[in-house]
């Protein structure tokens, strides 16, 4: 054995960082780098914060999730058997099928049913007749207490009109009292109600007639605003009107067509006086008129032409005076 040093040889066992097998040499060569006082780094190669790389993280999965298509969810389908089921008080259990389901409620309903109806068969259901008796009084009691309220308040409006005519209770009442008295004592629940049923039936009828009555009126308006005048094959829509009825029109127009020619125009009346003053020779040439057919000699031609030249010329007169 080597004899003991005092002093401290160097250590050949401890790993380089340059060793392969060294996992632990860039850590060593960190803590190393630490111990030195070195330049501070430029602020841009600063590196950044736990807390903002955490919030970088964070803003990039919420940009990744944004650019992921969104599509619309579908809706639960909702199991109507078990919603209706539920109003009633029955709940499904977990393996049981909607068919199972059912039977079971059909088999539970109709076994109460057969219960019920077996207790009825022995007198031992449902309410006592005791009872049943007492809830029929206290609804006759009540409307007993209703009409002797409204006989009371009658009684009570019969006596402040006496009052304001100044009679006495024992003075005799008079017809419309008796008549207004008997009619409050008569009248029950029952009229009244059937009454008020009339009322409301009538009432209803007028509105319906009403309703029609409106939507006749509107259908023969539009149909004066959309009326199609129908002609019928072989007839001219220009032709002038035809009068096939007596009617008011037909018979005045007549009345008027019968006195024509009777009356003396001024143009019959001017010729009548040219043939008095002056004869005008005229040919005798006759033509024959391509729309009538009628024979116009040139002689009649000429006879309009000299009245028409009168007129003229006489009209011309009376300007100038």
């Given at each position: 054995?080597?004899?003991?040093?005092?002093?401290?040889?160097?250590?050949?066992?401890?790993?380089?960082?340059?060793?392969?097998?060294?996992?632990?040499?860039?850590?060593?060569?960190?803590?190393?780098?630490?111990k030195k006082n070195c330049a501070p780094k430029e602020k841009d190669e600063q590196g950044m914060s736990n807390l903002l790389m955490e919030i970088g993280?964070?803003?990039?999965?919420?940009?990744?999730?944004?650019?992921?298509?969104?599509?619309?969810?579908?809706?639960?389908?909702?199991?109507?058997?078990?919603?209706?089921?539920?109003?009633?008080?029955?709940?499904?259990?977990?393996?049981?099928?909607?068919?199972?389901?059912?039977?079971?409620?059909?088999?539970?309903?109709?076994?109460?049913?057969?219960?019920?109806?077996?207790?009825?068969?022995?007198?031992?259901a449902g309410r006592a007749k005791e009872e049943i008796d007492k809830d029929y009084k206290e609804i006759d009691d009540k409307i007993e207490r209703r009409r002797?309220?409204?006989?009371?308040?009658?009684?009570?409006?019969?006596?402040?009109?006496?009052?304001?005519?100044?009679?006495?209770?024992?003075?005799?009442?008079?017809?419309?009292?008796?008549?207004?008295?008997?009619?409050?004592?008569?009248?029950?629940?029952?009229?009244?109600?059937?009454?008020?049923?009339?009322?409301?039936?009538?009432?209803?009828?007028?509105?319906?007639?009403?309703?029609?009555?409106?939507?006749?009126?509107?259908?023969?308006?539009?149909?004066?605003?959309?009326?199609?005048?129908?002609?019928?094959?072989?007839?001219?829509?220009?032709?002038?009107?035809?009068?096939?009825?007596?009617?008011?029109?037909?018979?005045?127009?007549?009345?008027?067509?019968?006195?024509?020619?009777?009356?003396?125009?001024?143009?019959?009346?001017?010729?009548?006086?040219?043939?008095?003053?002056?004869?005008?020779?005229?040919?005798?040439?006759?033509?024959?008129?391509?729309?009538?057919?009628?024979?116009?000699?040139?002689?009649?031609?000429?006879?309009?032409?000299?009245?028409?030249?009168?007129?003229?010329?006489?009209?011309?007169?009376?300007?100038?005076?």
């Amino acid at each position: 054995m080597a004899r003991h040093s005092k002093i401290p040889k160097k250590n050949r066992k401890k790993l380089k960082s340059v060793d392969p097998y060294n996992t632990k040499g860039n850590v060593i060569k960190e803590r190393e780098m630490e111990k030195k006082n070195c330049a501070p780094k430029e602020k841009d190669e600063q590196g950044m914060s736990n807390l903002l790389m955490e919030i970088g993280k964070s803003q990039s999965q919420l940009a990744f999730q944004e650019s992921i298509p969104s599509f619309p969810r579908k809706k639960a389908h909702k199991n109507r058997i078990d919603a209706e089921a539920a109003r009633y008080g029955y709940e499904r259990k977990q393996f049981e099928s909607p068919k199972m389901f059912l039977n079971r409620i059909s088999m539970e309903t109709h076994k109460q049913v057969n219960d019920i109806s077996i207790k009825a068969k022995f007198e031992l259901a449902g309410r006592a007749k005791e009872e049943i008796d007492k809830d029929y009084k206290e609804i006759d009691d009540k409307i007993e207490r209703r009409r002797e309220l409204k006989r009371k308040r009658s009684e009570k409006i019969l006596a402040l009109k006496r009052a304001e005519k100044g009679l006495d209770e024992e003075d005799e009442p008079s017809e419309e009292e008796e008549e207004a008295a008997h009619m409050v004592k008569s009248t029950t629940p029952s009229m009244t109600k059937a009454s008020s049923k009339k009322d409301k039936k009538a009432q209803r009828n007028e509105e319906l007639k009403k309703i029609k009555k409106d939507k006749r009126l509107a259908i023969q308006k539009e149909s004066l605003l959309t009326a199609k005048e129908i002609v019928p094959f072989g007839e001219r829509y220009d032709a002038p009107p035809k009068f096939e009825f007596n009617s008011k029109l037909k018979i005045d127009m007549t009345k008027r067509m019968a006195k024509a020619g009777s009356k003396d125009l001024k143009l019959k009346a001017l010729l009548q006086n040219r043939g008095e003053e002056k004869e005008t020779i005229y040919q005798e040439n006759e033509k024959i008129s391509k729309d009538t057919g009628s024979k116009i000699t040139e002689a009649d031609r000429q006879r309009v032409i000299d009245m028409y030249r009168e007129a003229k010329r006489q009209k011309r007169q009376k300007e100038s005076e």
